[in-house]
C-alpha cells in the first residue's frame, strides 16, 4: 500500500502544534511564577498514533508502522501530595503556635514587667508604705501614704485581672468570628464546594482541571494553618474531595458544614484549637494564679493588721480592695500612738508568700510565652522546609522555562524547516516532474 | 533526584534570611537602648523571677537602711538627753554637798534647795526631749509629754517598748523608759528610789534643817544621788551600745546591698562590650544578606538569553 506523498506535512505540522501547545504552557507556567498554590504544568508529549501499511512497506512486501509525529497526550499538574499533606500537618502547628504566641504577648503586656507600673514593684512599695508607718506611727503623712499605696495596689491588681479576662475573650471572639455564617472558614468551604462540582464535571468529561485543582489545594492549605484537616476522595463523584476541619465534615462533594461547627472529638487544632485554649485554659489559669496572690496578699496583711483590706468576693483579684483610711489604720495594737506591732508585721510581709506568688505568675507567663515563640519558630522552619520540598517539585523555576522556551522554539523552527522540505519536495514533484522537453 | 531551586524558594529564602537577621538586629538594638537584658518576661523567665526576688531583697535592704537611720536619730536624742540629766544631776550632787556643809546655814539651804528645784524642772525638761514630735521617753504614749514640768512628779507615759527592724527578723527596742530612768517622784507617798524621789527627798532635807535632815542628806541622800548617776550612766551606756550594734548593722546593710546590685546588674544588665561586639556582626551579617539577596534575586537565564 503506498503512502500519501503529503504524510510528511501532516507529520511536520503535527510537530508545529505539539511545539506551539508546549510554548503556551511554559508561557502559562512563566505568568504564574508568583501565583500562590500554582503547580507548573506539563505539555507530555506522545508518539502519534503510528500509520499502519498492511503490506509492501518493506523489503519482502511486508507492513509497517510508519511514525505519524508528535502529539500532546495531556496537559500535567506536577504536585506531590505526600508533600502537601506533610505541609498541611505542620502548618496546623504553626497555625497554633503563632496564634499562642500573639496571645500570650498580650497576656505579658498587661503584666508591664519589669517596670515602675509593674504589680512587684507596687508591691515593693506597699511595704515600704508598712515600714515607713513602723517608723513613724503617729505621723498622719505616713498613714495617708500607705492608704493610697494600698489602693494603687489593689488598683494595679484588678486591672491585671481585667485585662487578663480581656485577653481571654478577644481569643474566643476571633474564634466565634473565624467559625461563624459568613466567616473565612465558611467562605472557603464554599468555594471549595462549588470547585468540587467544577472539578467532577470536568473529570467526568475526561479533563484535567489543573488550576482548579491548584486553587482547592490552596484553599485546603489555608484552612490547614485555622485546624487539623484531612481530605478524602468522594466514592462515585471523580475528583470531588470530602475535607474535614478538626475532625468534623467541613465539605462532602458540593455541600458545606453548616456554621458554627462544634468540634466534638477535642480541640481542632491550628489557630482555631490556640484561640480555645488561650480563652478557655490558659487565661483562667492565669486568672486562678492572679487570685491565689491576691488571697494570699490579702489574707498576710489582713493577719498583720486587721480590716486593712474589705472582705473580697469570690475572685479576690477582681474584688481587691482596701478598707482602712488614715484614721481607720492602727499601726499598733493597743492604740497607743507610738505603739507600731502590727505595722512592724506587715512590713515584715516583703518577700515572703505574696511576692513568692507573684513573682511565679510572672515568671509562669514569661516561661509559657518563651517557649511558644521557639515553638513558633522550629514550626516555621519546619514548615519552610516542607514548602521548600514542595516548591521544589511544584515550583516555577525561571531557569527551567526559559531552557524549555528555547527547546519548544527550537523545535517549533526545526518542524518548520522539515515542514519546508516536505514542500519542496513536493514542489519538484507537482511544478517541476514531467516536464521534459518543455 | 537534584533539588529544583525555584523562583519562590529564592525570594522566600533570601527574605526570610533578611527578616531573621534584621529581627536579631532589631533584639540587639533594644538591648543597647534599654541597656537591659530583659525588658519583658519572656526574655528570660528565669532571670526575670531571679530579678524580682533580687530587687524584693533590695528594697527591704534600702528600708532597713532608713529603719536604722530612723532609730540611730531616736538613739541620738535620748543620748544626748541622758547627757545633760547627767550633768544636771551632777549640779544637784555638787550643791547638795555645799548644803550638807555644816557651814551653810538655814539661808544658804534654801536658796540652795530653790536652785535645786529649778535643777529638777529642768531634768524633767531633759526628759520631755522629742524627736521628730514624738516624746522618746513616754514609751508608746509618744504623742504625751512624759512629765509635767510644773506639776507632780508622776510618769504620764507607759512602760511600752518600741521595736524598730534593723535586719531580717532582727528588731530592737529603741526606747527608753522615763520612769525607769527618773521614776514617779513621791508623789503617790511611795518611795521608788528613783531620781525624782531622791531630788524630791533632798529638797526636803536642805529645807528642814534638823540635824538628822544634815545626817541624811550627808548620808542617804548623796549615796541615792550616786545611784542615780550610775543609773543614768548605765542607760546611757546601754544607747550607746546600741548606737554601735546599730551602725555594725547598717554597714553589714550597706555591704549586702552592693552585693545585691551586682547580682541584679549581672541578671538585668546588658553586657554592653558583648551587645556592641553582637550589633556590629549582626550588622555585617544583615548588609551581605541584602547585598547577596539583590545578586541572586536579580540574576536569572533570562539575563543571558538573546
Do not use: C
Not at chain 1, 506536577?78 to 498541611?88: E, V
Not at chain 2, 514640768?149 to 534593723?166: C, K, L, M, T
Not at chain 2, 553586657?271 to 556582626?281: G, N, P, Q, V, Y
Amino acid at each position: 500500500m503506498p503512502v500519501s506523498s503529503f504524510m510528511g506535512l501532516q507529520t511536520t505540522l503535527r510537530g508545529l502544534l505539539a511545539q506551539q501547545r508546549a510554548l503556551d504552557v511554559t508561557g502559562h507556567n512563566i505568568t504564574n511564577a508568583g501565583t500562590a498554590g500554582f503547580s507548573r504544568q506539563e505539555a507530555v508529549m506522545a508518539a502519534a498514533p503510528a500509520l499502519r501499511v498492511q503490506a509492501g512497506a518493506v523489503q519482502g512486501g511486508g507492513g509497517s508502522d510508519l511514525g505519524a509525529g508528535v502529539d500532546v497526550l495531556e496537559y500535567s499538574r506536577i504536585r506531590d501530595t505526600f508533600l502537601d499533606a506533610q505541609f498541611r500537618g505542620q502548618n496546623t502547628v504553626l497555625g497554633d503556635r503563632s496564634a499562642t504566641t500573639s496571645g500570650l504577648e498580650r497576656a505579658e503586656l498587661a503584666l508591664a514587667e519589669p517596670g515602675d507600673a509593674g504589680i512587684a514593684s507596687l508591691l515593693g512599695e506597699f511595704w515600704n508604705g508598712w515600714a515607713d508607718l513602723a517608723n513613724a506611727p503617729e505621723n498622719q503623712a505616713a498613714r495617708q501614704a500607705l492608704v493610697d499605696q494600698g489602693r494603687t495596689l489593689a488598683e494595679a491588681i484588678k486591672t491585671l485581672d481585667t485585662q487578663l479576662v480581656n485577653v481571654g475573650q478577644q481569643a474566643l471572639a476571633e474564634y466565634a468570628d473565624l467559625n461563624r455564617e459568613g466567616g473565612e472558614i465558611d467562605a472557603m468551604a464554599e468555594e471549595i464546594a462549588r470547585l468540587n462540582r467544577a472539578i467532577n464535571s470536568s473529570v467526568e468529561s475526561g479533563t484535567t482541571p489543573n488550576d482548579l485543582l491548584d486553587r482547592r489545594d490552596l484553599l485546603v492549605d489555608r484552612l490547614s494553618a485555622l485546624g487539623t484537616v484531612s481530605v478524602a476522595p468522594v466514592a462515585g463523584f471523580p475528583g470531588s474531595v470530602i475535607v474535614t476541619l478538626g475532625g468534623e465534615e467541613l465539605v462532602n462533594h458540593t455541600t458545606s458544614a453548616t456554621f458554627p461547627i462544634t468540634f466534638d472529638p477535642g480541640p481542632p487544632g491550628g489557630r482555631l484549637g490556640a484561640l480555645q485554649r488561650i480563652g478557655q485554659t490558659t487565661v483562667p489559669d492565669y486568672r486562678e494564679d492572679l487570685r491565689v496572690f491576691a488571697q494570699q496578699l490579702v489574707a498576710d496583711v489582713n493577719g498583720a493588721h486587721p480590716g486593712f483590706f474589705g472582705a473580697t468576693a469570690a475572685n479576690e483579684a477582681a474584688t481587691i480592695a482596701v478598707a482602712a483610711t488614715a484614721a481607720t489604720l492602727a499601726p499598733g495594737s493597743s492604740g497607743a500612738p507610738g505603739h507600731n506591732d502590727q505595722a512592724l508585721a506587715a512590713a515584715a510581709l516583703r518577700g515572703g508568700a505574696a511576692d513568692g506568688r507573684y513573682a511565679r505568675l510572672v515568671t509562669k507567663i514569661g516561661g509559657d510565652l518563651r517557649n511558644a515563640r521557639r515553638e513558633e519558630s522550629n514550626a516555621q522552619v519546619l514548615t519552610n522546609s516542607v514548602d521548600d520540598r514542595r516548591q521544589s517539585v511544584s515550583g516555577v523555576s525561571m531557569d527551567e522555562e526559559m531552557a524549555n522556551l528555547v527547546r519548544f522554539q527550537r523545535g517549533y523552527q526545526a518542524s518548520a524547516r522539515a515542514m519546508n522540505t516536505a514542500s519542496e519536495i513536493l514542489d519538484i514533484l507537482i511544478n517541476r516532474t514531467g516536464r521534459v522537453g518543455l | 533526584m537534584s533539588v529544583r531551586i525555584t523562583q519562590a524558594m529564592i525570594a522566600r529564602g533570601t527574605l526570610g534570611s533578611i527578616q531573621d537577621v534584621s529581627g536579631r538586629l532589631t533584639e540587639t538594638q533594644r538591648k543597647m537602648a534599654t541597656g537591659r537584658e530583659i525588658t519583658r518576661p519572656s526574655d528570660n523567665p528565669f532571670g526575670t523571677s531571679r530579678a524580682l526576688s533580687l530587687r524584693t531583697e533590695l528594697d527591704g535592704l534600702k528600708q532597713l537602711q532608713r529603719n536604722i537611720d530612723e532609730a540611730d536619730g531616736w538613739l541620738t536624742v535620748t543620748d544626748s538627753a541622758l547627757d545633760k540629766m547627767t550633768s544636771l544631776v551632777q549640779r544637784v550632787r555638787e550643791l547638795t554637798v555645799a548644803g550638807a556643809s555644816d557651814s551653810a546655814g538655814p539661808t544658804a539651804r534654801n536658796s540652795i534647795a530653790d536652785e535645786i528645784d529649778q535643777l529638777i524642772k529642768a531634768i524633767k525638761q531633759e526628759a520631755n526631749a522629742s524627736y521628730g514630735g514624738r516624746y522618746v521617753f513616754a514609751g508608746t504614749e509618744t504623742e504625751t509629754k512624759p512629765y509635767l514640768v510644773d506639776g507632780p512628779d508622776a510618769f504620764q507615759g507607759n512602760g511600752q517598748p518600741i521595736a524598730r527592724e534593723i535586719g531580717p527578723g532582727v528588731s530592737v527596742q529603741v526606747n527608753t523608759i522615763g520612769s525607769a530612768v527618773l521614776g514617779n517622784g513621791n508623789a503617790d507617798g511611795v518611795d521608788d528610789g528613783r531620781l525624782l524621789d531622791t531630788l524630791r527627798d533632798v529638797v526636803a532635807h536642805l529645807r528642814g534643817g534638823t540635824p538628822a535632815d544634815a545626817n541624811a542628806l550627808r548620808g542617804q541622800d548623796l549615796r541615792d544621788l550616786d545611784q542615780g548617776l550610775q543609773d543614768l550612766l548605765r542607760t546611757r551606756a546601754g544607747v550607746g551600745a546600741l548606737q554601735k550594734r546599730l551602725e555594725a548593722a547598717g554597714a553589714r546593710i550597706g555591704e549586702t546591698q552592693e552585693t545585691v546590685k551586682g547580682l541584679l546588674s549581672k541578671t538585668e544588665d546588658a553586657d554592653m562590650a558583648a551587645t556592641l561586639i553582637d550589633f556590629s556582626t549582626q550588622q555585617s551579617v544583615y548588609q551581605s544578606a541584602l547585598k547577596a539577596g539583590a545578586n541572586i534575586v536579580q540574576s536569572s537565564l533570562l539575563d543571558f538569553l538573546r
